[in-house]
């Protein structure tokens, strides 16, 4: 059984930061993709930053030049280091994986949820 778990949120004034880790275990297959996702009351879930098995990133508009997407390949993690935050940057953080299983086939998986809020 596949496994997302996300740790690190919390509660951090603004211009501060926080780092988001995400660990996915228990799939089959080895390569994957893994993003990391945000949802604000009232929003719709959007993507934060991606990062592929072999390490290319992307990044929302609203967070490039703030946030950085890393992983280690080894543990199956992913971490999301958030910098100068804003109250706008206040949402829950889901961590998301692909395991792919042939070249564009895969299994998408969710973690729980990590809520991260910033004061003004």
């Known amino acids: 059984q596949v496994q997302v778990v996300e740790s690190g949120g919390g509660l951090v004034q603004a211009g501060g930061s926080l780092r988001l880790s995400c660990a996915a275990s228990?799939?089959?297959?080895?390569?994957?993709?893994m993003a990391w996702y945000r949802q604000s009351p009232g929003k719709q879930r959007e993507l934060v930053a991606s990062?592929?098995?072999?390490?290319?990133?992307n990044y929302a508009d609203s967070v490039k030049g703030r946030f950085t997407i890393s992983r280690d390949n080894a543990k199956n993690t992913v971490y999301l280091q958030m910098n100068s935050l804003k109250p706008e940057d206040t949402a829950v953080y889901y961590c998301?994986?692909?395991?792919?299983?042939?070249?564009?086939?895969?299994?998408?998986?969710w973690g729980q949820g990590t809520q991260v809020t910033v004061s003004s």
């Open positions: 998301n994986a692909r395991f792919y299983y042939s070249a564009t086939g895969y299994y998408a998986y």
């Open positions: 228990g799939s089959a297959f080895s390569r994957n993709d």
């Open positions: 990062i592929t098995n072999g390490g290319s990133t």
